[in-house]
């Protein structure tokens, strides 16, 4: 049976991150779950613990620096970046593993926009601008991606391992997405649905990363990263 290893990015999730792990382990899957604790302060790694994760504990760094940490100790044969806030539902994995699992895919991107998947009605300047930076995506990439900045992302494992990313916070999402698509790998994309959270729920990412992402994406087109 093929291993999935779940890589799971934390700062403060401690409302969620239990029900998030809970549903992991309900899947008929061979796993591995990682939860890199990047600082919290409520209790998110004594949760994680408690449900049998392993947990890496870190210094606040950011989502990138926690994903960072995680890929040298995950031994599955593909490797899933599972968010701890419930935006994503686990039980969606492994339909997005399958082109991975059949040899068709190196990498699946689940996509919010693609449509045919129920939508929270989410924050519209955040649509706006994902929306801009998939374009600008597909025209320094020559690809045709609808959702870019995706916090569903499958991998085979050794790929993930491969890629030499080096951004510590949210434009560790836009590093990934230009990276694989520099190397010319399999990139599917498949429908998921997506609960998105308010600011006052706790979501993180700000318009100030929007701006890095757009740097990221110019910059190793470039070369510069």
């Not at 059949?102 to 300047?125: E, H, N, T």
């Not at 085979?156 to 698509?181: G, N």
């Not at 701006?211 to 110019?218: C, G, N, P, S, T």
């Amino acid at each position: 049976m093929t291993r999935v290893s779940f890589i799971v990015p934390a700062y403060n999730e401690a409302a969620t991150i239990g029900e998030v792990l809970a549903r992991v382990e309900a899947l008929d899957l061979d796993k591995q779950v990682v939860v890199v604790d990047d600082g919290s302060t409520d209790g998110t790694a004594e949760i994680a613990e408690a449900k049998g994760a392993k947990v890496i504990r870190q210094e606040n760094r950011g989502k990138g620096a926690a994903i960072r940490a995680a890929i040298p100790v995950i031994d599955g044969d593909i490797a899933v970046i599972q968010d701890a806030d419930m935006e994503y539902d686990p039980s969606e994995v492994p339909e997005l593993i399958e082109p991975i699992r059949r040899g068709a895919a190196d990498v699946v991107f689940g996509s919010r926009l693609s449509g045919g998947r129920p939508q929270r009605a989410y924050l519209f300047w955040h649509l706006v601008g994902n929306r801009f930076l998939s374009l600008l995506t597909n025209v320094l990439y020559n690809t045709t991606l609808s959702d870019m900045e995706t916090g569903y992302k499958a991998f085979r494992a050794d790929i993930l391992r491969s890629l030499d990313l080096r951004e510590d916070d949210f434009a560790i999402e836009p590093e990934i997405t230009a990276k694989v698509c520099l190397r010319g790998l399999r990139i599917y994309e498949l429908p998921i649905a997506y609960d998105g959270r308010t600011y006052a729920e706790g979501k993180k990412i700000t318009w100030r990363d929007g701006f890095k992402a757009l740097y990221v994406l110019v910059s190793v087109r470039l070369g510069r990263d």
